[in-house]
T-cell receptor, first 114, second 111 residues
Framework: DADVTQTPRNRITKTGKRIMLECSQTKGHDRMYWYRQDPGLGLRLIYYSFDVKDINKGEISDGYSVSRQAQAKFSLSLESAIPNQTALYFC?????????????FGEGSRLTVL | QKEVEQNSGPLSVPEGAIASLNCTYSDRGSQSFFWYRQYSGKSPELIMSIYSNGDKEDGRFTAQLNKASQYVSLLIRDSQPSDSATYLCAVVGGGGFKTIFGAGTRLFVKA
């Protein structure tokens, strides 16, 4: 089983719908991140969290919200999805104690907003 | 100016050749630098990390860092078709809080 698990892996929805992408990890890492990937733009940081009580906006947080329900769970919500939020979304973790900065990624969630 | 810049490619090299991938960054306070490989439709995976000026070698891969020039590179020796992927340069900024990625360079290794 993957150490960083994302659900759903694929989702097609309509404009205006509320969508939640979920991420859970078994690595015991404190830090969790949500990135989106668009062709030609690389990975862009949406939100990050260093512990359950710590939530920070990234480069492109508008239109998104997050919830850190537990150390192992970090969810991304689109309150009212729009077509330009169509993208591949990645959850990632890193280990504060190792302090290497290495990110461990989930398998990705492909979201299509019609 | 983007915080981390890479040539998008594609970079095409013959099998057995050296592939050279380059990256520049804007934050002079950056301390940690990474190269991730991403196959089409898959998640990125770390292949090299470098934290100090100079070269770091791991098998066929060599990462090079020049903080004065704000430049990071990745050399892949004896390139194989299985190296065909997108290579993402990533930098942890001076605050140490978040990783910023370049747009990636697509590499094709021709058999």
């Amino acid at each position: 089983d993957a150490d960083v698990t994302q659900t759903p892996r694929n989702r097609i929805t309509k404009t205006g719908k509320r969508i939640m992408l979920e991420c859970s990890q078994t690595k015991g890492h404190d830090r969790m991140y949500w990135y989106r990937q668009d062709p030609g733009l690389g990975l862009r940081l949406i939100y990050y969290s260093f512990d359950v009580k710590d939530i920070n906006k990234g480069e492109i947080s508008d239109g998104y919200s997050v919830s850190r329900q537990a150390q192992a769970k970090f969810s991304l919500s689109l309150e009212s999805a729009i077509p330009n939020q169509t993208a591949l979304y990645f959850c990632a973790t890193s280990d504060l104690r190792a302090n290497t900065g290495e990110l461990f990624f989930g398998e990705g969630s492909r979201l299509t907003v019609l | 100016q983007k915080e981390v810049e890479q040539n998008s490619g594609p970079l095409s090299v013959p099998e057995g050749a050296i592939a050279s991938l380059n990256c520049t960054y804007s934050d002079r306070g950056s301390q940690s630098f990474f190269w991730y490989r991403q196959y089409s439709g898959k998640s990125p995976e770390l292949i090299m990390s470098i934290y100090s000026n100079g070269d770091k070698e791991d098998g066929r891969f060599t990462a090079q860092l020049n903080k004065a020039s704000q430049y990071v590179s990745l050399l892949i020796r004896d390139s194989q078709p299985s190296d065909s992927a997108t290579y993402l340069c990533a930098v942890v900024g001076g605050g140490g809080f978040k990783t910023i990625f370049g747009a990636g360079t697509r590499l094709f290794v021709k058999a």
